[in-house]
Nanobody, 124 residues
Framework: QVQLVESGGGLVQAGGSLRLSCAAS????????MGWFRQAPGKEREFVAA????????HYADSVKGRFTISRDNAKNTVYLQMNSLKPEDTAVYYC?????????????????WGQGTQVTVSS
């Protein structure tokens, strides 16, 4: 069992930045790819970014490319999401997820473990 705990959310003005963290209870080397997803009120959970175990493979949703950066520090069992140039439409609960199969994917259904989420609110 892997427990994931997100932190770093909050209220920020449009154009600002936030850095989300996701701490894993087990070595992240044993959880292979990690991903970030988000869910806005009344909307489906959507993919944001994903990273392979070694960090060499990255995937981003088109809506965040050039603004968000995913990274990981396996020595600290932590994955990060640096969010710059935030927009009001980025407002959502952000979740991190991990999967036990060593292939980076974007479908939420393919991830095995989920955190409880952290709220990000971007004001205009």
């Amino acid at each position: 069992q892997v427990q994931l705990v997100e932190s770093g959310g909050g209220l920020v003005q449009a154009g600002g930045s936030l850095r989300l963290s996701c701490a894993a209870s087990r070595r992240t080397s044993s959880t292979y790819p990690m991903g970030w997803f988000r869910q806005a009120p009344g909307k489906e959970r959507e993919f944001v970014a994903a990273i392979s175990w070694g960090g060499g493979t990255l995937h981003y949703a088109d809506s965040v490319k050039g603004r968000f950066t995913i990274s990981r520090d396996n020595a600290k069992n932590t994955v990060y999401l640096q969010m710059n140039s935030l927009k009001p439409e980025d407002t959502a609960v952000y979740y991190c997820a991990s999967r036990m199969v060593n292939v980076v994917v974007v479908a939420a259904s393919e991830y095995d473990y989920w955190g409880q989420g952290t709220q990000v609110t971007v004001s205009s």
